[in-house]
C-alpha cells in the first residue's frame, strides 16, 4: 500500500480581539554597556491601525548585565516616540534596575532607530544603589521581519522549506514546538511521517 506524505504549510500571525489591531516586533540590536557588555531583548507594539503612536508595548524576552531580573519582573514604559524605561517594582538596597532607553526617531513599524548616546541621554544603573552604573556606548532598535514561510518543495528527496522567523512544527495541530535545533532558512529534512504541519513565528 502506498504511503502519502503530505506537508502542510501555515503561516503564523498575532491573533488580537480588536480586527483593527496589529503587532509588531521590535529587537534590541547591539545594545552595548560601558564595559562592553550587552544587554538583549525583544518586546512587541500592539496598536489600532492607523494610531500606531498610542499602542501597547511588552517585552516578550529580555536579559540585562548583572541582574538576574527579566521581563518576568520587570517594569517597561513605553514611549514609542521618544523612550524606553525599564525598572524593577519595590527595589531595595543593592537590588534594583533603572534603564532608559531613549531613541533618536520614533519608532515605526517598517523603520528602527539609534539610541541617543552621552550624557543625560541612554543610561543604566544596576544594583540598587548605583553599584553598576553608566551610559550606553552604542545601541538600535529594530523591527523583526514578519514571520512568513516563502516556500516550500522538494529537493533531492528533501523537503526544503524557505521561512523568516523561527520555525515550529505539530504533528496534529495541537501542540506546536519549535524545530530543535532551531534551523536557518532554508530547512530541509527527510520526511518521516505522513502528515506533518508548519509554521513561523516572531523571535
Same mark, same amino acid.
Given at each position: 500500500?502506498?504511503?502519502?506524505?503530505?506537508?502542510?504549510?501555515?503561516?503564523?500571525?498575532?491573533?488580537?480581539?480588536?480586527?483593527?489591531?496589529?503587532?509588531?516586533?521590535?529587537?534590541?540590536?547591539?545594545?552595548? *554597556?560601558?564595559?562592553?557588555?550587552?544587554?538583549?531583548?525583544?518586546?512587541?507594539?500592539?496598536?489600532?491601525?492607523?494610531?500606531?503612536?498610542?499602542?501597547?508595548?511588552?517585552?516578550?524576552?529580555?536579559?540585562i548585565p548583572w541582574t538576574s531580573h527579566d521581563h518576568t519582573d520587570l517594569d517597561a514604559v513605553f514611549d514609542i516616540g521618544s523612550?524606553?524605561?525599564?525598572?524593577?517594582?519595590?527595589?531595595?538596597?543593592?537590588?534594583?534596575?533603572?534603564?532608559?532607553?531613549?531613541?533618536?526617531?520614533?519608532?515605526?513599524?517598517?523603520?528602527?532607530?539609534?539610541?541617543? *548616546?552621552?550624557?543625560?541621554?541612554?543610561?543604566?544603573?544596576?544594583?540598587?544603589?548605583?553599584?553598576?552604573?553608566?551610559?550606553?556606548?552604542?545601541?538600535?532598535?529594530?523591527?523583526?521581519? @514578519?514571520?512568513?514561510?516563502?516556500?516550500?518543495?522538494?529537493?533531492?528527496?528533501?523537503?526544503?522549506? @524557505?521561512?523568516?522567523?523561527?520555525?515550529?512544527?505539530?504533528?496534529?495541530?495541537?501542540?506546536?514546538?519549535?524545530?530543535?535545533?532551531?534551523? @536557518?532558512?532554508?530547512?530541509?529534512?527527510?520526511?518521516?511521517? @505522513?502528515?506533518?504541519?508548519?509554521?513561523?513565528?516572531?523571535?
Amino acid at each position: 500500500m502506498k504511503q502519502t506524505l503530505g506537508v502542510l504549510v501555515c503561516i503564523f500571525s498575532v491573533a488580537s480581539p480588536n480586527v483593527n489591531a496589529d503587532t509588531v516586533f521590535y529587537t534590541l540590536d547591539t545594545v552595548t *554597556l560601558a564595559d562592553n557588555t550587552k544587554m538583549s531583548g525583544t518586546f512587541s507594539w500592539t496598536y489600532d491601525v492607523g494610531d500606531f503612536e498610542n499602542g501597547v508595548g511588552q517585552f516578550t524576552f529580555l536579559e540585562i548585565p548583572w541582574t538576574s531580573h527579566d521581563h518576568t519582573d520587570l517594569d517597561a514604559v513605553f514611549d514609542i516616540g521618544s523612550s524606553i524605561e525599564i525598572t524593577l517594582a519595590g527595589s531595595v538596597h543593592d537590588d534594583g534596575v533603572d534603564i532608559a532607553l531613549v531613541l533618536a526617531q520614533p519608532l515605526t513599524p517598517t523603520t528602527s532607530s539609534s539610541l541617543v *548616546l552621552g550624557p543625560g541621554q541612554s543610561k543604566y544603573e544596576i544594583g540598587g544603589n548605583g553599584f553598576h552604573d553608566g551610559l550606553f556606548q552604542s545601541g538600535r532598535i529594530s523591527p523583526e521581519p @514578519e514571520p512568513k514561510i516563502h516556500s516550500i518543495g522538494f529537493v533531492d528527496d528533501q523537503v526544503q522549506i @524557505e521561512f523568516q522567523g523561527i520555525l515550529q512544527s505539530s504533528g496534529a495541530l495541537l501542540i506546536w514546538e519549535d524545530v530543535d535545533p532551531l534551523p @536557518e532558512s532554508p530547512y530541509r529534512f527527510t520526511l518521516s511521517v @505522513e502528515r506533518l504541519f508548519f509554521r513561523s513565528r516572531s523571535r
